[in-house]
């Protein structure tokens, strides 16, 4: 007993006592002791005596478990510290998410600062193709690229042409010229746009304009009739400025006829446009040259008056020989256009105005 205290005092005085060992160890440990004696180089005494119980309860985790208990300390140190490494490394989570986020936020910025430059361009370059093309058309391009694809379609043509331009070039400097022609083309464009048309191409001082061509259009040859009257008026108050300056007044005809065209893009890979081609454009522009023989401004086809709106007020035109025409073509002039009216109105063909 002697050499077992001996031991137990120089273990103990290693640097802490029995009681803070036994405290640092957990108590599960400590009751789980053997029956017998477990200690190398004694002889077995067997079971150990109740009075001595107690007393190898405590020697056992001391003497044979030792770097267990340390282990359990270290462990209880980990315990402490995890939480604070957890800690720590979160908080370095958190602020490399928040970086991403200023820096996402800086990258957005700039994409919409470059989204907004780009579509300043485009809206740019979309009114300055406007100036050579219908806006749809000009719409379609910039949507799905240049497409050759081309269709049949029943549409209007309207064909107005200067009556005496060349004389009247002759009279005029070319400055005061173009700024006459442009004044008359703006004027012209207006009325034919009002009416849902779109001016296809100034052909020197002639306008080919296209009813129903870009879009589906049951009024179109109502439309196209209604245009030509509003030509009529604009062209009017157009002379009354030129007179007051000292110009000379302009003169005008129109050709309007309905039928069938092929209508797509145009061109070559350098150079594109968006035009129609058929016998209706050509007869719409044969049409228009007879309107110097009858004395007339606005004449319109067969095709055009069995569809069109009754309230119109038409005079019948001689039939005459026409150049690509078999036999003689039948021609009305359109001298008014009558909301009072009590003539019914053709639905089909054209929206019904009052």
């Known amino acids: 007993m002697g050499a077992e205290q001996t031991g137990v005092r120089a273990d103990a005085t290693e640097g802490e006592s029995d009681e803070q060992r036994r405290a640092a160890f957990p108590r599960d ?74 820096r996402s936020r800086r990258t957005v910025a700039a994409l919409e600062r470059r989204l907004e430059v780009a579509s300043r ?127 000379p007044p302009l003169a005008v005809g129109v050709g309007i006829h309905r039928g069938s065209v092929v209508a797509g893009v145009i061109g070559s890979a350098e150079l594109v446009e968006y035009g129609v081609i058929g016998r209706a454009v050509n007869l719409a522009a044969r049409v228009q040259t007879l309107t110097r023989a009858f004395a007339v401004d606005v004449l319109v086809t067969e095709a055009v008056r069995d569809v069109l709106d009754q309230r119109f007020r038409l005079a019948p035109m001689p039939a005459t020989e026409v150049k690509g025409v078999p036999g003689p073509l039948a021609t009305f002039a359109v001298e008014a256009f009558d909301p009072t009216s009590d003539a019914p109105a053709r639905p089909a063909g054209g929206r019904q105005s009052g």
């Open 121 to 247: 361009g485009l809206e740019s370059l979309q009114q300055a193709f406007s100036h050579f093309a219908p806006a749809e058309v000009v719409e379609e391009i910039i949507a799905h690229g240049v497409s050759t694809r081309s269709e049949k379609k029943e549409i209007t043509v309207l064909f107005a042409d200067l009556k005496g331009f060349t004389a009247l070039g002759e009279r005029l400097e070319p400055e005061v010229l173009v700024r006459v022609l442009n004044g008359y083309f703006e004027r012209m464009s207006r009325a034919i746009t009002a009416h849902r048309g779109h001016v296809s191409k100034f052909l020197g001082d002639g306008i080919l304009a296209l009813f129903g061509a870009l879009e589906a259009n049951p009024w179109q040859t109502n439309d196209a009739a209604h245009a030509a009257l509003a030509m009529r008026t604009a062209l009017a108050d157009y002379n009354a400025a030129l007179r007051s300056e000292g110009l």
């Open 29 to 102: 440990l400590v009751g789980d002791v053997p029956r017998r004696s477990q200690s190398p180089g004694r002889p077995d005494e067997g079971d150990v005596p109740p009075a001595r119980h107690g007393r190898a309860i405590g020697r056992w985790p001391l003497e044979c478990n030792s770097e267990l208990a340390r282990a359990w300390r270290a462990g209880t140190a980990w315990s402490r510290a995890v939480p604070r490494m957890l800690w720590a490394i979160l908080t370095v989570a958190v602020l490399i998410v928040l970086l991403q986020v200023r």
